[in-house]
């Protein structure tokens, strides 16, 4: 069963800039950004440690990491809505309702002292009211492989993959239109990483959200996105379809990463994992 949704909506960042200010002069760590994620699509985000792939996803919620930072420019379109402009309280009502969020370490996202199905409970209460919330969290943990008597356990009893399926069915619980997914496999061992991205992508098409995927795994993001788009240095280097991108990149920098990524798993195949 599908769960209610709000209706698709392309997510278009448009010429962001974010700054944080620093002692001696201000480090530009998102330059000029755009990128685009149309209604129900699945759109990759790559590049090195530091590229400012994060930054970017945190200014879509405004909740960038250090008061320091700041968004100094560009927009932020959810369908026609400029979210840049609005006031906290008005941007609530978009924060985990219109947009979800999936973080790299679900053991620190998740609440250790109130049982999963509460914590998923708790988004849909808060933006859809307490009337069949329960339901509506048990629902979302069935869709992420997790059955009902997963509902009264406490974090600590879980795997990470299964902490990780439970911030997934957070994220999904009030019905979000995008999906901002930022790592989401990376401290989960090799296989389990494999079922999460299996999931989040069946979970994505099933409930026609879009979906920002940030990764280094390029494999993933060859596989599981439409369109692709490089980062470096806080600048977007190379976008394309990502079978293009794939197939003939443009950029040097792309080149490169492209080549390690075939060497590292080369190198997988001839050790046998
Ligand atoms: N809390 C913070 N305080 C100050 N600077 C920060 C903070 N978080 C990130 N930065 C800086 O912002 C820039 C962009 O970082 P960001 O976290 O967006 O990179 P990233 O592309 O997500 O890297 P990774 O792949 O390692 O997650 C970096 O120069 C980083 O040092
Ligand atoms: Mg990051």
Redesign the pocket.
């Known amino acids: 069963m599908m769960m209610p949704s709000h209706p698709a909506a392309d997510l278009c960042i448009e010429h962001l800039t974010v700054v944080?200010r620093k002692a001696d002069r201000p480090?530009v760590?998102v330059n000029n950004v755009s990128l685009e994620i149309p209604a129900g699509r699945s759109v990759g985000l790559v590049?090195e440690?530091?590229?400012?792939?994060?930054?970017t996803a945190y200014a879509v919620l405004r909740i960038l990491?250090?008061d320091?930072a700041a968004i100094t420019g560009g927009r932020i379109l959810l369908g026609d809505v400029d979210l840049v402009p609005l006031p906290e309280p008005e941007l609530n009502r978009y924060r985990g309702a219109r947009i979800g969020m999936i973080f790299q370490e679900p053991s620190a996202a998740l609440n250790p002292i109130l049982s999963v199905g509460e914590q998923v409970k708790e988004g849909i209460v808060v933006h859809h009211g307490k009337k069949g919330a329960r339901e509506r969290a048990v629902e979302a943990l069935r869709q992420v492989g997790l059955d009902p008597s997963f509902f009264g356990r406490y974090p600590h009893q879980l795997s990470g993959g299964q902490q990780q399926r439970v911030l997934i069915a957070s994220a999904i619980a009030p019905g979000p239109s995008v999906l901002i997914a930022d790592?989401p496999t990376s401290g989960l061992d090799v296989t389990v990483q494999a079922q999460i991205l299996d999931l989040l992508y069946r979970v994505q098409q099933e409930l026609g959200m879009s979906m920002l995927l940030i990764t280094?795994s390029l494999g993933l993001v060859a596989q599981r996105t439409e369109h692709v788009y490089v980062?470096r240095r806080g600048e977007i280097v190379e976008s394309g379809p990502t079978a293009q991108v794939f197939e003939d990149p443009k950029h040097p920098y792309t080149r490169t990463i492209l080549k390690i990524a075939r060497e590292i798993s080369a190198y997988r195949r001839t050790c046998g994992f």
């Open positions: 944080i480090l760590v590049g440690s530091g590229a400012g792939k994060s930054m990491p250090t320091a790592e280094h980062m």
